[in-house]
């Protein structure tokens, strides 16, 4: 049986079920014109029954009003948000917002979810932002498919499905990124390192994999890689850390991009009787709350989401507009964040 959702009701067919033009069909919806009371109720009842909603785009179009676009990922709660329900996303949120209002466009965040669908069906948006979709992302199938403007944050993992062009993309650089972190731990005396990485079909998971790969076979090093489900979040970490750990003693580095993994192998480390640094280092990608109020702190990466954010809602703008000659934009160069957890040892 097909999942797709059923075709969207347009002001044609309210006035063919309402036996009215379609100019009295918005005449009706919109208070405007004169239409009597017999006939605006007949057209309400065809649109509650087709489940028609007013096209704000087009209107947008004629009136000059804001668009309405949508900011959401497709990373579970676990990961996306946190408990502190800071994070990536949000951090990349009050700076598209920002940046939105300037083009008179109004950004709604579509918060993380536990199995990280959103319920698209239930916004009425115009384009949107899809930050680190996965192969095979059902949100950005779904906005696909509705044909709407869509820019990811990151590049998306395969083309999409049904023939769809690839969204146009901000390049993070995920692989020059994770080599900078992994460089960083060798030149701190690192021998042995181990990553974790989620086992979503991302392109920066992909990416940082390749990466890994390389760095390992250039150092002479067995591979040491554990891949994780993101919703189990931060335990998912730990758990991945301490079988590593077990299996490995000699581990002496993590290289972990997600910081939520990142965290719980912290707390794995330290369960073993490990210590952070001496024993052995840990990186992450992320910037964030978690790599800052970690103890100790952890080195970390700036992806200047600042910067991303705001060439992400210019490319799309462009889009909204019909300008769709740019497909990829190259976001700036990321610049390691030392900190305790990966401090040279004596």
């Not at 390389?214 to 993101?230: I, K, M, R, T, Y």
């Amino acid at each position: 049986m097909s999942t797709d959702p059923l075709p969207r009701a347009n002001i044609k067919d309210v006035a063919r079920e309402a036996g009215v033009s379609p100019t009295t069909v918005s005449h009706a919806l919109n208070a405007r014109g004169q239409v009597d009371a017999e006939t605006r109720a007949r057209v309400e009842r065809a649109a509650l029954k087709l489940g028609y909603r007013p096209n704000r785009n087009a209107q947008r179009l004629r009136t000059g009003e804001a668009h309405m676009i949508v900011l959401l990922s497709s990373m579970p709660f676990a990961v996306a948000g946190g408990p502190s329900r800071l994070g990536f996303m949000m951090e990349v949120a009050a700076v598209a917002a920002a940046a939105a209002l300037d083009r008179s466009l109004a950004l709604v965040l579509a918060p993380p979810m536990e199995t990280g669908r959103v319920p698209m069906e239930l916004l009425d948006v115009d384009g949107a932002l899809v930050i680190e979709p996965s192969a095979g992302d059902a949100n950005l199938d779904y906005l696909l498919r509705r044909g709407l403007p869509v820019v990811t944050i990151g590049k998306p993992a395969e083309d999409p499905a049904g023939g769809a062009a690839m969204p146009p993309y901000v390049d993070i650089h995920s692989g020059q990124t994770t080599r900078l972190l992994l460089d960083h731990l060798h030149a701190q005396g690192a021998r042995q390192v181990a990553m974790i990485l989620g086992s979503a079909q991302r392109n920066s998971y992909l990416e940082g994999r390749a990466a890994y790969l390389d760095f390992a076979n250039a150092h002479g090093q067995a591979p040491l890689l554990s891949l994780v489900d993101e919703v189990k979040g931060e335990n998912g970490g730990r758990e991945a850390a301490l079988a590593m750990l077990a299996a490995e003693p000699g581990i002496d580095a993590f290289c972990v991009p997600v910081d939520a993994f990142a965290t719980g192998a912290v707390a794995a480390i330290v369960e073993s009787g490990r210590r952070i640094p001496d024993d052995v280092m840990v990186a992450t990608r992320y910037d964030g709350v978690r790599a800052r109020t970690s103890v100790p702190p952890l080195t970390a990466v700036d992806l200047h989401l600042e910067e991303v954010s705001q060439q992400a809602i210019a490319l799309l703008f462009d889009h909204l507009r019909g300008d769709t000659a740019t497909r990829r934009v190259d976001g700036p160069a990321a610049q390691l964040v030392p900190r305790l957890s990966s401090a040279r040892r004596s």
